[in-house]
């Protein structure tokens, strides 16, 4: 049996001697999606001095792209295995470059707000695409680990690069041109991609299921919505009927893909114990980390007053820490096992999260610097390992579906994260007591603060800068260790969940 397999193998191998070439455009499309997350967190202060939005707003600017893409993830993942992977991802990327245009010129918090969303449609092309390509593109495990792990590393260098090239732009121009940088890699990668990247489907994937689509759309968008909500206002009744209308709509799609002959998403998947393990991990891993995360360049320039660029350069331990664990994380696991890899990665960064609880406002650089090399490290072994069990535990045809449950994961994780730690951070925020003559702005965020100061007496501006920054801190410090606790347990229940698992399956 052995010896059949083998020249087979090599023989499909040999049809696809430009994979690597194909990788390159893949990992250009994960650059794209990576750079224009972590420049909108350095670009946030300017958006509040220029657009002015209301808390509720800015975190609406921060997690609406979330929202639509976890809503969608699946059923364009669906879409690419039906229509083809290549043009779903050369077209998305297109109409990514073209609403970057409308996110760098929006002139009101509305706005904004609609052109986050729009990019979240475009977005959900994205990531399952090159996924599920990578999947078909490498039938060899090894090879395909390593493929995963540059995928990843590149995904994890976009976070460097953002706050980077984002904190160049931003010092020497208007916030719009950090989302203008996504224009000169969309062109690079549709006009390569178009020459270089192979078609795949599905040879028999059945109709694209649009009530599926709405089910799932709706589903996502009201159940995220109704928690975010609560955590920031509390229960009230049209906060209940969103999370109402959102779980039933959830209940249709999944009962809707258990009935039908040709399901957008084949519910069996979850049966997988290594696959729903990882999905899990995935999910709970990201909700511990984004709320930090996308304080983390607030903290940077508003409490310490660092520049945008060096805020952007603060950042950069995560990304090299990632960067380098992806690069070796199939090999850790093939040596010593995939849930020892994965349950140390998180254990890692809820213990670096945990440190996070004493930061202060005059924390020194060599504490935070340390903390983020670790999380760097830690989620670059989780999430390449977690994927490459995803991707290896599933036939290639269902690729494109089983990438998006992943990126949903991540999307979703993202989003609750933002929703639940944020508020926390918003919430405690709000009530810090400043001098008399502190306008109702000022509780509204830190930027509205550091933007209302600038018209307010010195006599009272520092004072009330003083307490709304004492009191931004206190609420990161809660938000890093209620992440330390997610993330601990989650490496604990990884270690369960994955037991048994490792990445030589070929599907």
Same mark, same amino acid.
């Given at each position: 049996?052995?010896?059949?397999?083998?020249?087979?193998?090599?023989?499909?191998?040999?049809?696809?001697?430009?994979?690597?070439?194909?990788?390159?455009?893949?990992?250009?499309?994960?650059?794209?999606?990576?750079?224009?997350?972590?420049?909108?967190?350095?670009?946030?202060?300017?958006?509040?001095?220029?657009?002015?939005?209301?808390?509720?707003?800015?975190?609406?600017?921060?997690?609406?792209? #979330?929202?639509?893409?976890?809503?969608?993830?699946?059923?364009?993942?669906?879409?690419?295995?039906?229509?083809?992977?290549?043009?779903?991802?050369?077209?998305?990327?297109?109409? %990514?470059?073209?609403?970057?245009?409308?996110? @760098?010129?929006?002139?009101?918090?509305?706005?904004?707000?609609?052109?986050?969303?729009?990019?979240?449609?475009?977005?959900?092309?994205?990531?399952?695409?090159?996924?599920?390509?990578?999947?078909?593109?490498?039938?060899?495990?090894?090879?395909?680990?390593?493929?995963?792990? /540059? =995928?990843?590393?590149?995904?994890?260098?976009?976070?460097? /690069?953002?706050?980077?090239?984002?904190? %160049?732009?931003?010092? +020497? %121009? =208007?916030?719009?041109?950090?989302?203008?940088?996504?224009?000169?890699?969309?062109?690079?990668?549709?006009?390569?991609?178009?020459?270089?990247?192979?078609?795949?489907?599905?040879?028999?994937?059945?109709? =694209?299921?649009?009530?599926?689509?709405?089910?799932?759309?709706?589903?996502?968008?009201?159940?995220?919505? &109704?928690?975010?909500?609560?955590?920031? +206002?509390?229960?009230?009744?049209?906060?209940?009927?969103?999370?109402?209308?959102?779980?039933? &709509?959830?209940?249709?799609?999944?009962?809707?893909?258990?009935?039908?002959?040709?399901?957008?998403?084949?519910?069996?998947?979850?049966?997988?114990?290594?696959?729903?393990? *990882?999905?899990?991990?995935?999910?709970?891993?990201?909700?511990?980390? #984004?709320?930090?995360?996308? %304080?983390?360049?607030?903290?940077?320039?508003?409490?310490?007053?660092?520049?945008?660029?060096?805020?952007?350069?603060?950042?950069?331990?995560?990304?090299?820490?990632?960067?380098?664990?992806?690069?070796?994380?199939?090999?850790?696991?093939?040596?010593?096992?995939?849930?020892?890899?994965? #349950?140390?990665?998180?254990?890692?960064?809820?213990?670096?999260?945990?440190?996070?609880?004493?930061?202060?406002?005059?924390?020194?650089?060599?504490?935070?610097?340390? @903390?983020?090399?670790?999380?760097?490290?830690?989620?670059?072994?989780?999430?390449?390992?977690?994927?490459?069990?995803?991707?290896?535990?599933?036939?290639?045809?269902?690729?494109?579906?089983?990438?998006?449950?992943?990126?949903?994961?991540?999307?979703?994780?993202?989003?609750? !994260? /933002?929703?639940?730690?944020?508020?926390?951070?918003?919430?405690?925020?709000?009530?810090?007591?400043?001098? *008399?003559?502190?306008?109702?702005?000022? +509780?509204?965020?830190?930027?509205?603060?550091?933007?209302?100061?600038?018209?307010?007496?010195?006599?009272?501006?520092?004072?009330?800068?003083?307490?709304?920054?004492?009191?931004?801190?206190?609420?990161?410090?809660?938000?890093?260790?209620?992440?330390?606790?997610?993330?601990?347990?989650?490496?604990?229940?990884?270690?369960?969940?994955?037991?048994?698992?490792?990445?030589?399956?070929? !599907?």
């Amino acid at each position: 049996m052995t010896s059949t397999l083998q020249p087979a193998r090599a023989a499909e191998a040999e049809k696809r001697p430009g994979r690597w070439l194909a990788l390159s455009v893949l990992v250009l499309a994960v650059l794209l999606v990576a750079v224009d997350a972590t420049v909108l967190g350095l670009a946030t202060p300017y958006i509040s001095e220029d657009l002015a939005p209301s808390g509720t707003q800015l975190l609406w600017i921060g997690d609406v792209y #979330s929202f639509v893409i976890a809503g969608l993830l699946v059923s364009m993942g669906s879409l690419g295995d039906r229509i083809g992977r290549k043009r779903i991802l050369l077209g998305g990327a297109t109409a %990514f470059g073209a609403i970057s245009v409308l996110n @760098a010129y929006a002139t009101t918090p509305e706005l904004m707000i609609l052109a986050r969303a729009l990019l979240g449609v475009a977005g959900a092309t994205l990531m399952p695409a090159t996924l599920a390509l990578i999947r078909n593109l490498f039938h060899d495990p090894r090879e395909r680990s390593l493929a995963v792990g /540059i =995928w990843g590393a590149t995904a994890s260098a976009g976070t460097a /690069i953002g706050p980077i090239a984002g904190g %160049f732009l931003l010092e +020497h %121009f =208007w916030w719009g041109s950090v989302f203008l940088i996504n224009l000169p890699v969309m062109a690079i990668l549709v006009l390569v991609g178009i020459r270089t990247l192979p078609e795949s489907r599905n040879p028999d994937p059945g109709p =694209w299921d649009l009530i599926s689509v709405i089910l799932s759309l709706v589903g996502m968008i009201g159940v995220v919505y &109704a928690i975010k909500e609560a955590a920031t +206002h509390g229960v009230t009744w049209p906060t209940l009927a969103a999370g109402l209308l959102g779980a039933a &709509a959830l209940y249709g799609f999944v009962h809707r893909q258990l009935t039908m002959p040709a399901p957008l998403l084949d519910m069996r998947l979850f049966r997988r114990r290594g696959f729903s393990g *990882a999905v899990l991990a995935d999910l709970l891993t990201v909700l511990g980390m #984004s709320g930090l995360v996308f %304080f983390l360049s607030q903290y940077l320039q508003l409490v310490q007053g660092r520049r945008p660029f060096e805020a952007g350069l603060a950042e950069l331990p995560a990304a090299v820490g990632a960067v380098a664990a992806g690069l070796v994380a199939g090999r850790a696991a093939r040596r010593f096992s995939v849930r020892a890899v994965v #349950s140390g990665g998180l254990a890692g960064v809820g213990l670096a999260l945990a440190a996070l609880t004493t930061l202060g406002v005059s924390t020194g650089y060599p504490v935070l610097g340390a @903390a983020l090399l670790v999380v760097g490290v830690g989620a670059g072994f989780s999430f390449t390992v977690t994927a490459d069990v995803i991707l290896s535990s599933v036939p290639k045809d269902q690729a494109g579906a089983a990438s998006a449950v992943s990126e949903t994961a991540y999307e979703l994780g993202a989003a609750l !994260g /933002i929703a639940l730690l944020g508020s926390i951070v918003t919430g405690v925020y709000r009530d810090f007591t400043g001098p *008399a003559g502190t306008p109702a702005t000022a +509780h509204e965020s830190l930027g509205a603060a550091v933007e209302a100061a600038t018209g307010m007496p010195p006599h009272t501006a520092g004072p009330m800068l003083e307490a709304a920054r004492e009191s931004f801190v206190h609420g990161l410090q809660l938000a890093s260790g209620a992440g330390a606790a997610v993330l601990l347990g989650t490496a604990v229940a990884a270690w369960f969940l994955l037991k048994g698992q490792n990445l030589e399956s070929t !599907g």
